[in-house]
Every structure is written in structure tokens, then in C-alpha cells.
């Protein structure tokens, strides 16, 4: 016999998939999903920005040395982007460094 309240979450859930399988991607999605047995991986986007060297100094106010520094401190990590690989850095790697009022990190 099943209990009352877990027949409860399993209706509530048995909702949430039909609304869910109601989106006609969601279905295209599975289906291609299956048609590759198993030779794919999903990678989530980033919801992130990438920052030109420039734009980073002058939100951290700090000069390119200090950039640098902080590169090989690894306070944060430098991409190199195709075609011709420029440099830019995670908006939110940058976000994560305490600034202080005058510039430069706390």
C-alpha cells in the first residue's frame, strides 16, 4: 500500500513531467538524444561575459602590470579567443575580486 503523502509528490511530479513533455524541443531534444548512443556529451552555456584586458583594468582600476600579476597569482585566468587569440578574461572571475575605493584589491 502506498502511503498518501508519497502518492501526493508522485502525482505532483507526474504533472511536472507532462508539462515539461509538452514543449516540443524538450521531445526533439531526447530523441536526437537516443539516436546517438551515447556518443555525445551536453555541455551547459556559460551565462558569462568575456572582458577585454582594457575593460578589466578599468573596472578593477588597475594598470596592465597589475593585470598581469594578478594572472600569474591566479587571480584570474586569461583566454585566448579564434581566430587571432585575443586575450579576455571572465566577467565573473573579475567579479569575485574585492576592489577597495581607491583601486586595487582588498
Not at 71 to 86: E, M, R, V, W
Amino acid at each position: 500500500m502506498i502511503d498518501a503523502d508519497v502518492l501526493d509528490r508522485m502525482v505532483e511530479k507526474g504533472r511536472e513531467l507532462k508539462e515539461l513533455l509538452a514543449n516540443k524541443d524538450i521531445l526533439r531534444f531526447m530523441e536526437l538524444m537516443a539516436s546517438m548512443d551515447g556518443q555525445v556529451s551536453v555541455v551547459p552555456l556559460r551565462s558569462d561575459t568575456l572582458l577585454y584586458p582594457s575593460e578589466v583594468r578599468r573596472m578593477l582600476r588597475i594598470s596592465n602590470s597589475t593585470l598581469k600579476e594578478y594572472c600569474n597569482q591566479g587571480l584570474l585566468t586569461a583566454y585566448h579567443t579564434p581566430p587571432k587569440g585575443k586575450t579576455k578574461f571572465w566577467l565573473s572571475q573579475v567579479l569575485a575580486i574585492p576592489v577597495t575605493e581607491e583601486g586595487g584589491t582588498a
